[in-house]
């Protein structure tokens, strides 16, 4: 199917011995002919996008097979249309750097309909220099990083102090338009996450913190929030190895269960790693339940966004809907080392109470041999 490509890739495409796929839309090919190969090194009639002066080659090459009547006018698909199909033609968000660990991180996210992909992050950096009131040589130290895949931007500062500053921003002018951004400060590396349950009573993250530091003096809390104006959950991190089992809030007393994270989905775009309420594309206006657009009071049949099944984006029926590597929800157990020093006590009464093994065997081989022998001397007479 390629021999097209090959006479107009090299004159020693006779020499070629094999040819296969190789990864996602690569080819492979064996020649001993070094000539051969240095041709399909140096030629661009395989790359994705190829240059006018090889598509015009191409076409000075095609010329002659379309005077020919047996040969077909319409030529097969070519390489470049193939891998236009593939991951390798897509382009790919590169992994993020790591920001300094013991930095201070001030999570950005913008409104719905705000797209960060339009701004380079000079724009972005500039824009939050300017709105925090900080002299830009005092700021210089701070790095900004964007998060594409979940249209956010995360500022990184080792001073405390300058982590006010970047808190309270609200809005930002970017090209002379002002954007409204929700900020929040990211707890610290190696925190642990833990959950209670009908908590919230409208309170800030400030006021839940300072409550929670008051009434458990003991517990080394770095951060509380709520989880949504839709729950009354308060999602506390807790700079320690293990959760404790309960917590003080308010005079009450509430049990804390291990936090899982869910799947972002978004009901607007239909796509995962980021919610609605960021979305960058505008309101649509569709169906939250199956995507498109329809009436009301059509009878439409639900389809999940995270795992495509037919049932409502994030249902307790879906079984992908929260992200990996996190254990399930489940209350903290108690240290290893608490429960066998409990059981400890226990495990020793019951060994007492019992001979061990070798014991009851060495006695009954001294038993034994006096009885066979008194038996062996008496007479049956």
């Known amino acids: 199917m390629m021999q097209t490509e090959f006479r107009a890739a090299t004159t020693h495409y006779q020499s070629i011995t094999e040819v296969r796929q190789f990864g996602k839309g690569g080819i492979l090919c064996f020649s001993s002919d070094q000539l051969c190969v240095r041709d399909l090194l140096n030629c ?11 598509e015009g080659t191409q076409s000075s090459k095609a010329a002659p097979a379309a005077e020919t009547p047996a040969r077909k006018t ?3 698909p070519s390489v470049s249309s193939k891998l236009d199909n593939t991951a390798v033609a897509r382009p790919r968000l590169k992994r993020l750097p790591r920001l300094p660990v013991d930095d201070f991180k001030i999570v950005f996210r913008p409104s719905a309909g705000v797209d960060l992909a339009q701004y380079n992050d000079v724009e972005l ?26 249209n956010i931007f995360t500022v990184s500062t080792s001073c405390a102090d300058r982590v006010a500053n970047y808190a309270k921003i609200r809005e930002l002018t970017l090209r002379g338009k002002k954007l409204g951004f929700h900020v929040y400060i990211a707890p610290p590396d190696g925190a642990r996450a833990g959950i209670i349950y009908r908590a919230w009573n409208g309170e800030s993250p400030q006021d839940l913190l300072q409550e929670l530091r008051r009434a458990n003096p003991l517990l080394p809390i770095v951060q509380a929030r709520d989880m949504g104006r839709t729950s009354r959950s308060v999602l506390i991190h807790f700079m320690a190895e293990e959760l404790p089992p309960s917590v003080k809030m308010f005079g009450i007393l509430y049990a804390v269960f291990n936090f899982r994270p869910k799947v972002e989905a978004c009901l607007n775009c239909r796509q995962v790693g980021h919610r609605r309420d960021v979305c960058r594309l505008p309101n649509r206006l569709t169906c939250s339940s199956c995507g498109p657009k329809h009436p009301e009071d059509y009878p439409c049949t639900p389809q999940c966004v995270i795992c495509g099944d037919a049932h409502k984006t994030g249902d307790r029926a879906c079984k992908q809907r929260f992200q990996r590597g996190f254990s399930r929800l489940s209350r903290p157990r108690q240290r290893p080392q608490q429960e066998h020093q409990q059981q ?3 495990f020793q009464l019951e060994k007492e109470s019992f001979p061990s093994i070798d014991d009851r065997n060495r006695s009954s081989r001294s038993k034994s041999p006096g009885r066979n022998r008194g038996s062996k001397g008496k007479s049956p007479g």
């Open 44 to 54: 661009s009639v395989f790359a994705t996008n190829p240059s006018k002066e090889t």
């Open 125 to 150: 950096r500039a824009a939050v220099v300017a709105k925090s009131g900080l002299h830009s040589v005092v700021a210089d130290e701070d790095l900004v990083c964007t998060n594409l895949a979940k």
């Open 74 to 76: 319409e030529s097969p």
């Open 344 to 346: 400890q006590p226990e």
